[in-house]
């Protein structure tokens, strides 16, 4: 079945650094591929996403791009900020499927120290 | 913005009784959907409702689970008998059936605690 594999984590960044966790998947379709973030006590925010090969999904300085050859959807920052602390999610919904649940993988906790 | 809404936010149940946990989707949204999370572990499919029937149900979905679109607001999913093992974040998502159908919209969460 289709999964999502990331890096767990935690990562622990100083303020301003780069970002990188890494997100790869399987999947028997074509899926769609998001990223959602969860800020503590909070419920799932959709980050980003990107449906086709090559596609690039950005939002709030954060960026991920669709390799279909690397079976690959990493999240990206320039500059981390205090508040992007969060436990980030990668995904995937097999597009073509009504209906389709979502597969999510584990989940990475970012924290960004000032 | 639509948004969807889930209430209680947090809900405390002993262990073999009845909970209901409700959800109000995006209203021009087609398809409904039930995640959980245990603390600290990953998001988890439970089942997704269409056209008033159930599409899809994951292996967690057993008999002790059930979901029920009420009225044309009201998104429900009943657990019958609570296990200490029900505990967890239980959210529900809505999603369209336009060119968009694929992004599911979360909504905040009910935190379950079965004592």
């Known amino acids: 079945g289709d999964s999502v594999t990331q890096m767990e984590g935690p990562v622990t960044l100083s303020e301003e650094a780069f970002l990188t966790i890494n997100c790869t998947y399987t999947?028997?379709?074509?899926?769609?591929l998001f990223w959602y973030v969860q800020y503590p006590g909070e419920g799932l925010q959709l980050l980003l996403k990107?449906?086709?090969?090559?596609d690039k999904g950005s939002n709030k300085g954060f960026e991920a791009t669709y390799r279909k050859e690397t079976t690959s959807f990493h999240l990206e920052k320039g500059s981390v900020q205090v508040s992007d602390s969060a436990v980030y999610f990668c995904a995937l919904s097999d597009l073509g499927n009504y209906g389709q649940n979502f597969v999510f993988g584990p989940g990475t906790r970012l924290s960004v120290l000032p | 913005e639509p948004e969807v809404t889930q209430t209680p936010s947090h809900q405390v149940t002993q262990m073999g009784q009845e909970v209901i946990l409700r959800c109000v989707p995006i209203s021009n949204h087609l398809y409904f959907y039930w995640y959980r999370q245990i603390l600290g572990q990953k998001v988890e499919f439970l089942v997704s409702f269409y056209n008033n029937e159930i599409s899809e149900k994951s292996e967690i979905f057993d008999d002790q689970f059930s979901v029920e679109r009420p009225d044309g607001s009201n998104f429900t999913l009943k657990i019958r008998s609570t296990k200490l093992e029900d505990s967890a974040m239980y959210f529900c998502a809505s999603s369209d059936e336009g060119q968009n159908y694929n992004e599911q919209f979360f909504g905040p969460g009910t935190r379950l605690t079965v004592l």
């Open positions: 999947a028997t379709g074509y899926p769609s």
């Open positions: 990107a449906t086709k090969a090559d």
